[in-house]
């Protein structure tokens, strides 16, 4: 049950609480760019989440099992030449960034195959902001969320797994949709107001986005109401010896 | 020794990656495969890439697909002209189509001075807005002078002159833009069979008493023209010039109502002639042009 609950609460804090966009900041490039129409926001939105849980997916799975000081297919690879002890300290953590940009960039060159074969007319719409998917640090920044929940976490119980890897990069794809697809609402009703001279088109938007992001500060706190709400007393109950006997502490 | 093998495992890593990624995209390049007719590439070379619209589609892609896919005539493109049009038909392996070149006609002729119940108008400064209101001057057919044309041309070859929108034909290519956005319909495209062709410098289709109340070079749909020369045709009180019979090289007729009409609607517009490059010939030019901030910062205003 809790661990549903966590899910949900990843989910949730990834596509509105800290949304990539709007409280982190990630993503400005296509935020901006791409913002001009709804429908155009929304296939940018559609095929960033798409890219986000592939490389997501890719990422867990390459950290989990051989990029981690201690992962198995390493400590496993390393043994065959080196003792138990020294092969468990083979650290192939120094590959990730490259291991990520790699599995983002087959991902984008995918999904660019993909659209130009089945949806010519979306392909077209994106020009040259589709391959900038692959430098879009949205993207980066949930591969690296996930790689800081795996690597140096020391209680295995707390290492994230597959499906709440997977739950940031959906949802946090589906945040970025909703703020991309906002903004372009906004965007194509500021085309018909009488903005100033030095604020017309980018300094505008990056306003609004600025505004936008201040009212999705108004989620903050959401989630830990909801964890109180959701969390049967019981799990409290028997979290709350195991908390005070870890930390020495003896708040109730 | 735990630095070769992290060495090793890690180009092993990466090398197991690289196969996997390459062997899947691979299957999607070949799954996925879009068979693109070359010629559309090959047509797209040959336009000009100026994606201004002038042919009716939204690129000169668009334009390339269509004229490959659903057989477009290949004389469409007013930018590239007759090379254009030879090089895409020589592609398609058709008969060029002669094309004449089309440019734009400003009907008015007349400037701020020549129109009459003019009143102050402060709103926005464009064409299509001033359009909305009555009362901004006294013709309701004639150009506005807020630059809407000007705005809309992407080869700077359309200005708002003392209040009327003059073409400058050295720079025109003929794309339309700016009869797009005239909110009038003042400006057309006409077929230019010369350098310099006649055309009907006004569009009031007012009795001749009304267009003098508002205008000092309105027509004033007397017919002269139309009882000189067979090419004018006067309708609703504005003469049109019948461009399909129009031949350059016998004109005398229609020079004649050009000089017989009383308002000087008929003026002969396009690339400056030779009589007037010579009375321009002994002007001096200098040979450098300071930079002066009146005319060289954008034109965009503050309208906060």
Redesign the interface.
């Known amino acids: 049950m809790t661990y549903f609950v966590d899910i949900l609460l990843i989910a949730l804090g990834a596509a509105l609480i800290n949304n990539f966009v709007f409280y982190y900041f990630v993503g400005i490039c296509p935020f901006i760019g791409v913002s001009r129409r709804v429908e155009m926001a929304f296939g940018m939105g559609c095929a960033v989440t798409f890219v986000m849980t592939i490389a997501a997916a890719i990422s867990w799975t390459?950290t989990r099992f051989?990029?981690m000081p201690g992962a198995p297919l390493?400590r496993w690879?390393?043994g065959l030449?080196?003792d138990p002890q020294?092969?468990a300290?083979?650290?192939?953590s120094?590959?990730s960034y490259?291991?990520y940009i790699?599995?983002i960039a087959?991902s984008v060159?995918?999904v660019e195959?993909?659209l130009?074969?089945?949806l010519?007319l979306l392909y077209r719409s994106f020009g040259v902001f589709l391959p900038l998917i692959t430098t879009n640090c949205a993207i980066l920044f949930a591969c690296l969320t996930i790689m800081s929940r795996l690597v140096g976490v020391d209680d295995p119980a707390a290492r994230w797994d597959l499906a709440q890897a997977l739950a940031l990069a959906l949802f946090g794809g589906v945040g970025f949709t909703l703020a991309i697809v906002i903004m372009a609402g906004i965007r194509e009703e500021l085309e018909a107001c009488?903005v100033?001279?030095p604020f017309r088109g980018v300094p505008i938007a990056l306003v609004v986005g600025g505004i936008l992001a201040m009212a999705f500060m108004g989620f903050t706190g959401v989630d830990n109401g909801l964890k109180t709400a959701l969390t049967p007393p019981a799990a409290i109950v028997a979290q709350a010896p195991q908390a005070d006997s870890g930390n020495g502490a003896s708040t109730p | 020794m735990i630095i070769w093998v992290t060495i090793g495992l890690s180009a092993a890593a990466m090398g197991t990656l690289a196969v996997f990624f390459t062997s899947v995209l691979g299957w999607a390049n070949r799954a996925f495969h879009v068979p693109v007719d070359p010629r559309i590439e090959a047509c797209a070379e040959a336009l000009p890439g100026a994606n201004c619209g002038g042919c009716g589609f939204v690129g000169c892609r668009e334009y390339a697909a269509a004229v490959v896919c659903d057989a477009e005539p290949v004389d469409r493109c007013v930018v590239g002209g007759q090379s254009c049009t030879e090089a895409l038909a020589a592609i398609m392996g058709v008969d060029p189509t002669p094309s004449l070149p089309y440019r734009p006609v400003v009907h008015c002729g007349a400037h701020t001075a020549d129109r009459l119940l003019r009143a102050p108008y402060h709103g926005e400064p464009t064409c299509a807005a001033a359009n909305l209101v009555t009362g901004v001057q006294g013709c309701t057919y004639g150009c506005l002078g807020f630059g809407d044309c000007q705005r809309a041309c992407p080869f700077d070859a359309i200005h708002v002159i003392d209040g009327l929108a003059t073409v400058d034909y050295t720079r025109c290519v003929g794309c339309g833009a700016c009869a797009r956005a005239c909110p009038r319909n003042i400006i057309t495209m006409a077929p230019f069979k010369a350098e310099r062709i006649l055309a009907v410098a006004c569009s009031n289709k007012d009795s001749g008493k009304d267009v003098r109340r508002v205008c000092e070079v309105g027509c004033i749909g007397c017919k002269a023209c139309q009882r000189a020369c067979s090419l004018f045709t006067v309708q609703d009180n504005l003469p049109s010039i019948d461009y399909d019979a129009y031949c350059p090289d016998d004109l005398g007729d229609a020079i004649r109502a050009m000089e017989k009409c009383p308002r000087h609607c008929i003026v002969a517009v396009g690339k400056p002639s030779a009589k007037d490059l010579a009375a321009l010939g002994d002007e001096q030019l200098p040979d450098v042009v300071a930079p002066d901030f009146k005319t060289t910062v954008d034109d965009t205003e503050w309208r906060g």
């Open positions: 390459m051989v990029l390493t690879a390393a030449w080196l020294a092969a300290g083979v650290d192939l120094i590959l490259i291991v790699f599995a087959a060159q995918f195959m993909y130009r074969r089945f010519p009488d100033p001279a």
